[in-house]
């Protein structure tokens, strides 16, 4: 599985951003699910955003719910996380990867993308 993540730069707080994701490599299942994470300077990874690809489910940290969504478009294989509202927190790399149904840990990973926010 190849996944590229872009979209990311530098935004001003209050502004947006749409990242995305491209997949290929895998034929994806309904049961498969694609992730953002986001690593800060000096911060651990943390999770964003999840879609099943099924596009039935989402999930988002409490961090960005209300701020951010999450979307795929299947036909293309690509996996978008809109951001709005953005806050100088939210600057960080952003990674998408796949967590294959059945499976507990998200093991394909993309390049990242740098969002940087000035406040």
């Known amino acids: 599985v190849q996944l590229q993540a872009s979209g990311g730069g530098l935004v001003q707080a209050g502004g947006s951003l749409r990242l995305s994701c491209a997949t290929s490599?895998?034929?994806?299942?309904?049961?498969?699910?694609i992730g953002w994470f986001r690593q800060a300077p000096g911060k651990e990874r943390e999770f964003v955003a999840a879609?099943?690809?099924?596009?039935?489910?989402?999930a988002y940290a409490d961090s960005v719910k209300g701020r951010f969504t999450i979307s795929r478009d299947n036909a293309n294989n690509r996996v978008y996380l809109q951001m709005n509202s953005l806050k100088p927190e939210d600057t960080a790399v952003y990674y998408c990867a796949v967590r294959a149904g059945g499976t507990v840990n998200y093991d394909y990973w993309g390049q990242g993308t740098l969002v940087t926010v000035s406040s």
């Open positions: 879609i099943n690809w099924s596009g039935g489910t989402t």
């Open positions: 490599g895998r034929t994806f299942t309904n049961y498969d699910d």
